[in-house]
């Protein structure tokens, strides 16, 4: 049963109306045409109406909501039913086939399409490379075979003007593995019909194309086109064309295949186009230029093209004369050359596909058996203003296709109340049998009078043919004609008869049914082509190589031939499981929005759609086998939810009707459960509704309990393992350190050059705190054994790397620090004496540094002067006067130094009060030695030591006061320069120092 859609889009399913009427069907059906939902089903028959209108219905979302489902589980589809068959086939490993049938417009062709498109889609799942190729090989078949066997008519803008069936082979897996084709190609390109590929090259080819072929893109200059009735062309030629090209390419044609295709459609064009005058009694053809055209595109010599078209060979025992056509003669090879030429090419454009997508080497012992799902598209019941040989033909085909859909139905149903235990009850039907007789009997039938006629030695016209008929079928219920029926006049004289179908009344012109069926092509146009000098052309025409007076036996006539590939073709489809399509046409004028009442009426009555209701609904409208059945209404009973312990699953089944009160609407099979009324159904659905929002609200609340509960033992697990994994971590860095640094002490360099392990992040505060330990050992190894003053200098130094390096050049860092350098001994009387002077004086403790300087006085004048820094005052002197104090600075009002990036040995001292001390230490020895480094960083270690600090800047140039005025101070080097020096500037001074 098909899934539980909302009443307002009708009834999913036929077999579900309440009331099995005529007027309840249209009311379903018309009421689901306008609600968009255009497939509905009769058991497992889809019904489709054709919606005019592209519908977002066909994309991958749907095919996977289809995709391994039963036919009740979705709402109605084409994918449903191709799955159903497909299912069919893997799993009980048997034939299928899926008849599309309906009448000329219903949607036939689209719908094969969409079921190809749906098992391309599903099959293959391990993307194998061969079985892609097969596929995409087989889809592109339906796009050059529609080019070629469709065209636009008054009722249908692609109407198939052939029949296919195509058989899609399958390996064990369930994936294609190659297809056959078998066509029923009957109208032919000439007075009625214009093929797609025609208006395709003419109005979508590309000019050098069309010039190469003689063609204009005006598709009224040919007359064929314009006899056909259809010039209105497509937007979109010129990429359909290019989409039949690239998909002859894909499927393996050549290039010169291709360019032969394209030639002969050139070549029938140009052949309706030809004229016939005469001369007397002479034929002639008046545009003559015509026939070398025809010469070039058909590869032959232009004169055996004139001679074809104009003589007839005829052999007369040993002798061979030729007779020379009349002008009608002429005019009737001409067309008939034209329609032979472009069946053979369709027959070979089929040839060639079944060629390449043959299942080739196939052996069952080692690939298993190979199943098939065939695939029926052929063109749908016609009723046209005149109707011909054409329309008689595919008439009779519906009739055999409506024959075996009644017989199987009846037959399939039969057979399963009989196998299930269910008595059978009997459903009037319309049995078409007596049509198909009428139509095919020996010596009776129609196509028997009309191949007697055709083999009648004599002039044999239509009219005689006509008489015959009514001669041999005069009280025949369904056939009828002028001359038996006088009053009728819609029927004229020695023209007309009329064919009851199940589809409606009939109106057929006799008019060429004996051309027609005698489908006679003169054996000069066959040597002609045979002879030709394209090889593509030639395999077209293999019985043109026999010679002139070998006499051949006489060939089947196009109504026995079209009659034994429909009863061979309905053969073939009585031994495969069928799956049914039933399309139906909502009206005349393609419109998306009309649904014509009596013209859906008249197609539901002629399909046996009512009857196949009533045949579903014989006594059961449905049935289930008990485990599905069961799967589905399980909750609805206490002894079956969630599982039941009965014996069986029919008794199960059993206990949950007769608790719902519904055990004598039922009937129990063998294997099945069956159903008799709809309510039944709606009411177990109700009930089921139910019970499972009941039990999705159980579930719920479970599912989401144990969620939580799933979450949290993730949780807490991770918690673990992440607890655990931290310690391994910290563990085994603890044991990574200590192991590199096990032997640290006996180490030359106390473990300098080990690698520090990289620490995780849980222990880098850790590993930068330990780090520092250790540091702070290692520096204490190197400094335990020093002396007080040693270890003055070394605090000193590295206070200077801390601040200096990489700021500046020369540090001075390796050689030994003195500090007190004029304390020497061409100094040492007349400093020493000052020095302690001002110790007794100032109470300074200690004489962090001293150093002869070059200065800028008050008077912007440079002098030679001495620095004497203690841990108290910091003391400019002149050495001149015996070192005599000359300006005394606390070394609290000192705020901090200034120095270049450079090399030279300028210092700033900046003071609390403005007024910057600027000097530049000179006198060192040996010459070039720095000294600014020792100055910044004993002042540095000072300033610590008394938990004060100090501001050291590295710029260039340095900014400072004089005075209280403001100015800069700039380092340049000149090369004559022997000795630093201050000279006055504009903004300040500069200090000039010696080049290299």
């Given at each position: 049963m098909a899934e539980h859609e909302s009443l307002e889009f009708g009834k999913a399913d036929f077999v579900l109306l309440d009331n099995v009427s005529l007027e309840e069907f249209m009311a379903n059906l018309k009421l689901?045409?306008?609600?968009?939902?255009?497939y509905t089903y009769i058991g497992e028959v889809v019904v489709s109406v054709n919606p005019y209108r592209a519908m977002n219905i066909y994309g991958r979302d749907t095919i996977e909501q289809y995709k391994g489902r039963e036919l009740y589980e979705r709402p109605p589809h084409l994918f449903a039913i191709a799955d159903a068959a497909y299912k069919a086939m893997k799993r009980r490993n048997k034939d299928t086939c899926i008849v599309i049938s309906g009448e000329s417009g219903a949607g036939k062709t689209e719908a094969s399409k969409y079921i190809m498109q749906y098992i391309a889609a599903i099959t293959n799942p391990s993307q194998r490379a061969e079985v892609e190729r097969v596929k995409n090989m087989l889809l592109k078949s339906n796009c050059v075979l529609e080019a070629f066997g469709n065209a636009k008519t008054n009722r249908n803008d692609n109407s198939s003007r052939f029949g296919k069936y195509m058989d899609i082979n399958f390996d064990f897996k369930g994936d294609p593995i190659g297809g056959h084709i078998n066509n029923y190609l009957l109208e032919k390109v000439g007075v009625k019909c214009v093929f797609k590929c025609i208006f395709q090259l003419v109005k979508g080819a590309p000019d050098a194309q069309l010039r190469s072929l003689h063609i204009q893109r005006d598709p009224t200059a040919y007359t064929y086109i314009k006899v056909g009735g259809q010039i209105k062309s497509s937007i979109?030629?010129?990429?359909?064309?290019?989409?039949?090209?690239?998909?002859?390419?894909?499927?393996?044609?050549?290039t010169e295949e291709i360019q032969t295709v394209y030639k002969i459609l050139a070549t029938i064009l140009h052949l309706g186009n030809l004229k016939f005058g005469s001369d007397g009694d002479v034929t002639l053809i008046e545009n003559s230029k015509l026939v070398s055209i025809l010469g070039d595109l058909l590869s032959t010599k232009d004169e055996n093209v004139e001679k074809a078209l104009l003589y007839r060979t005829v052999a007369t025992g040993r002798d061979v004369i030729d007779k020379q056509h009349t002008h009608q003669e002429a005019s009737y090879g001409r067309d008939a050359l034209a329609k032979a030429i472009y069946e053979r090419l369709f027959c070979w454009i089929v040839g060639r596909i079944n060629d390449i997508i043959e299942v080739k080497n196939y052996d069952v012992r080692v690939h298993g058996k190979n199943t098939v799902i065939g695939v029926l598209d052929i063109y749908g019941f016609e009723i046209f203003q005149n109707n011909s040989f054409e329309q008689f033909c595919i008439n009779y085909c519906n009739e055999k296709l409506q024959q075996l859909f009644i017989q199987l139905v009846l037959k399939q149903e039969q057979e399963e109340y009989q196998r299930e235990g269910i008595p059978w009850k009997h459903i009037d039907y319309f049995n078409n049998q007596i049509i198909v007789d009428l139509v095919e009997q020996q010596h009776k039938g129609i196509f028997a009078v009309l191949d007697e006629a055709c083999m009648n030695v004599g002039k044999v016209t239509d009219e005689m043919f006509l008489q015959a008929l009514n001669g041999k079928l005069a009280k025949h219920a369904h056939y009828t004609s002028r001359k038996l029926s006088p009053t009728d006049k819609n029927l004229e004289f020695d023209r007309d008869f009329r064919i009851r179908h199940y589809a409606g009344d009939v109106a057929y012109s006799v008019v060429g049914f004996i051309d027609k069926n005698k489908d006679t092509l003169f054996q000069d146009f066959k040597r002609l082509l045979y002879n030709s000098s394209n090889p593509v052309l030639k395999a077209m025409w293999p019985e043109g190589k026999l010679s002139i007076t070998e006499v051949t036996k006489r060939p089947l006539t196009a109504a026995t031939l079209f009659k034994n590939s429909m009863i061979s073709l309905v053969e073939n489809l009585a031994s495969k499981e069928p799956y049914y399509v039933r399309c139906i046409k909502p009206n005349e004028v393609k419109s998306p929005l009309?649904?014509?009442?009596?013209?859906?009426?008249?197609?539901?009555?002629?399909?046996?759609?009512?009857?196949?209701?009533?045949?579903?609904?014989?006594?059961?409208?449905?049935?289930?086998?008990?485990?599905?059945?069961?799967?589905?209404?399980?909750?609805i009973s206490e002894f079956t939810w969630p599982n039941h312990d009965l014996p069986s699953d029919k008794e199960a089944v059993k206990r949950l009707?007769?608790?719902?009160?519904?055990?004598?609407?039922?009937?129990?099979?063998?294997?099945?459960?069956?159903?008799?009324?709809?309510?039944?159904?709606?009411?177990?659905?109700?009930?089921?509704?139910?019970?499972?929002?009941?039990?999705?609200?159980?579930?719920?609340?479970?599912?989401?309990?144990?969620?939580?509960?799933?979450h949290y033992r993730r949780m807490r697990a991770a918690l673990i393992i992440i607890r655990a994994y931290r310690r391994y971590k910290v563990k085994s860095y603890i044991r990574e350190v200590n192991r590199r640094f096990r032997n640290v002490r006996g180490m030359k360099d106390h473990g300098k050059h080990v690698k520090w392990p990289t620490p995780p992040k849980v222990l880098r505060k850790f590993e930068e705190a330990l780090r520092n330990i250790y540091n702070r050992w290692w520096a204490w190894t190197l400094i335990k054994d020093l002396s007080p003053e040693q270890l003055v200098q070394i605090r000193a130094k590295v206070a200077t790397l801390e601040c200096l390096k990489g700021q500046r050049a020369d540090l001075g860092l390796q050689?030994?620090?003195?500090?007190?350098?004029?304390?020497?001994?061409?100094?040492?009387?007349?400093?020493?004496?000052?020095?302690?002077?001002?110790?007794?004086?100032?109470?300074?403790?200690?004489?962090l540094f001293s150093c002869n300087v070059r200065k800028i006085n008050r008077f912007n004048k440079a002098e030679d002067r001495a620095l004497l820094i203690t841990d108290r005052h910091l003391y400019k002197m002149d050495p001149v006067k015996q070192y005599k104090p000359m300006k005394s600075i606390p070394l609290y009002n000192v705020t901090g130094v200034s120095i270049s990036p450079g090399k030279d040995q300028l210092v700033v001292f900046h003071t609390k009060d403005n007024r910057d001390l600027i000097v530049c230490l000179q006198g060192m020895v040996p010459a070039g030695d720095s000294r600014i480094g020792e100055l910044v960083g004993t002042l540095l270690s000072h300033f610590k030591s008394e938990k004060r600090k100090l501001q050291v800047n590295i710029v260039s140039p340095i900014h400072c006061s004089m005075n209280g005025r403001k100015c800069t101070v700039v380092v340049e080097t000149k090369i004559n320069q022997s000795q630093p020096d201050f000279t006055k500037s504009r903004s300040g001074y500069i200090l000039s120092v010696p080049g290299n």
């Amino acid at each position: 049963m098909a899934e539980h859609e909302s009443l307002e889009f009708g009834k999913a399913d036929f077999v579900l109306l309440d009331n099995v009427s005529l007027e309840e069907f249209m009311a379903n059906l018309k009421l689901r045409f306008e609600k968009g939902r255009i497939y509905t089903y009769i058991g497992e028959v889809v019904v489709s109406v054709n919606p005019y209108r592209a519908m977002n219905i066909y994309g991958r979302d749907t095919i996977e909501q289809y995709k391994g489902r039963e036919l009740y589980e979705r709402p109605p589809h084409l994918f449903a039913i191709a799955d159903a068959a497909y299912k069919a086939m893997k799993r009980r490993n048997k034939d299928t086939c899926i008849v599309i049938s309906g009448e000329s417009g219903a949607g036939k062709t689209e719908a094969s399409k969409y079921i190809m498109q749906y098992i391309a889609a599903i099959t293959n799942p391990s993307q194998r490379a061969e079985v892609e190729r097969v596929k995409n090989m087989l889809l592109k078949s339906n796009c050059v075979l529609e080019a070629f066997g469709n065209a636009k008519t008054n009722r249908n803008d692609n109407s198939s003007r052939f029949g296919k069936y195509m058989d899609i082979n399958f390996d064990f897996k369930g994936d294609p593995i190659g297809g056959h084709i078998n066509n029923y190609l009957l109208e032919k390109v000439g007075v009625k019909c214009v093929f797609k590929c025609i208006f395709q090259l003419v109005k979508g080819a590309p000019d050098a194309q069309l010039r190469s072929l003689h063609i204009q893109r005006d598709p009224t200059a040919y007359t064929y086109i314009k006899v056909g009735g259809q010039i209105k062309s497509s937007i979109n030629d010129s990429a359909d064309l290019k989409a039949v090209t690239d998909a002859m390419k894909v499927i393996g044609f050549t290039t010169e295949e291709i360019q032969t295709v394209y030639k002969i459609l050139a070549t029938i064009l140009h052949l309706g186009n030809l004229k016939f005058g005469s001369d007397g009694d002479v034929t002639l053809i008046e545009n003559s230029k015509l026939v070398s055209i025809l010469g070039d595109l058909l590869s032959t010599k232009d004169e055996n093209v004139e001679k074809a078209l104009l003589y007839r060979t005829v052999a007369t025992g040993r002798d061979v004369i030729d007779k020379q056509h009349t002008h009608q003669e002429a005019s009737y090879g001409r067309d008939a050359l034209a329609k032979a030429i472009y069946e053979r090419l369709f027959c070979w454009i089929v040839g060639r596909i079944n060629d390449i997508i043959e299942v080739k080497n196939y052996d069952v012992r080692v690939h298993g058996k190979n199943t098939v799902i065939g695939v029926l598209d052929i063109y749908g019941f016609e009723i046209f203003q005149n109707n011909s040989f054409e329309q008689f033909c595919i008439n009779y085909c519906n009739e055999k296709l409506q024959q075996l859909f009644i017989q199987l139905v009846l037959k399939q149903e039969q057979e399963e109340y009989q196998r299930e235990g269910i008595p059978w009850k009997h459903i009037d039907y319309f049995n078409n049998q007596i049509i198909v007789d009428l139509v095919e009997q020996q010596h009776k039938g129609i196509f028997a009078v009309l191949d007697e006629a055709c083999m009648n030695v004599g002039k044999v016209t239509d009219e005689m043919f006509l008489q015959a008929l009514n001669g041999k079928l005069a009280k025949h219920a369904h056939y009828t004609s002028r001359k038996l029926s006088p009053t009728d006049k819609n029927l004229e004289f020695d023209r007309d008869f009329r064919i009851r179908h199940y589809a409606g009344d009939v109106a057929y012109s006799v008019v060429g049914f004996i051309d027609k069926n005698k489908d006679t092509l003169f054996q000069d146009f066959k040597r002609l082509l045979y002879n030709s000098s394209n090889p593509v052309l030639k395999a077209m025409w293999p019985e043109g190589k026999l010679s002139i007076t070998e006499v051949t036996k006489r060939p089947l006539t196009a109504a026995t031939l079209f009659k034994n590939s429909m009863i061979s073709l309905v053969e073939n489809l009585a031994s495969k499981e069928p799956y049914y399509v039933r399309c139906i046409k909502p009206n005349e004028v393609k419109s998306p929005l009309l649904f014509e009442h009596e013209r859906c009426k008249h197609q539901v009555e002629y399909l046996g759609l009512l009857e196949n209701v009533r045949v579903r609904r014989a006594g059961f409208a449905n049935r289930q086998i008990y485990p599905r059945f069961l799967q589905r209404y399980k909750m609805i009973s206490e002894f079956t939810w969630p599982n039941h312990d009965l014996p069986s699953d029919k008794e199960a089944v059993k206990r949950l009707l007769q608790g719902c009160g519904f055990e004598h609407d039922v009937a129990y099979g063998k294997t099945k459960v069956f159903i008799r009324t709809p309510r039944t159904i709606f009411s177990l659905e109700e009930q089921r509704a139910e019970m499972v929002k009941r039990i999705v609200l159980f579930l719920q609340k479970v599912w989401r309990g144990t969620l939580a509960r799933m979450h949290y033992r993730r949780m807490r697990a991770a918690l673990i393992i992440i607890r655990a994994y931290r310690r391994y971590k910290v563990k085994s860095y603890i044991r990574e350190v200590n192991r590199r640094f096990r032997n640290v002490r006996g180490m030359k360099d106390h473990g300098k050059h080990v690698k520090w392990p990289t620490p995780p992040k849980v222990l880098r505060k850790f590993e930068e705190a330990l780090r520092n330990i250790y540091n702070r050992w290692w520096a204490w190894t190197l400094i335990k054994d020093l002396s007080p003053e040693q270890l003055v200098q070394i605090r000193a130094k590295v206070a200077t790397l801390e601040c200096l390096k990489g700021q500046r050049a020369d540090l001075g860092l390796q050689r030994a620090w003195e500090g007190n350098y004029l304390d020497s001994p061409g100094t040492a009387s007349s400093f020493t004496l000052i020095s302690s002077d001002l110790q007794r004086k100032d109470k300074f403790m200690r004489v962090l540094f001293s150093c002869n300087v070059r200065k800028i006085n008050r008077f912007n004048k440079a002098e030679d002067r001495a620095l004497l820094i203690t841990d108290r005052h910091l003391y400019k002197m002149d050495p001149v006067k015996q070192y005599k104090p000359m300006k005394s600075i606390p070394l609290y009002n000192v705020t901090g130094v200034s120095i270049s990036p450079g090399k030279d040995q300028l210092v700033v001292f900046h003071t609390k009060d403005n007024r910057d001390l600027i000097v530049c230490l000179q006198g060192m020895v040996p010459a070039g030695d720095s000294r600014i480094g020792e100055l910044v960083g004993t002042l540095l270690s000072h300033f610590k030591s008394e938990k004060r600090k100090l501001q050291v800047n590295i710029v260039s140039p340095i900014h400072c006061s004089m005075n209280g005025r403001k100015c800069t101070v700039v380092v340049e080097t000149k090369i004559n320069q022997s000795q630093p020096d201050f000279t006055k500037s504009r903004s300040g001074y500069i200090l000039s120092v010696p080049g290299n």
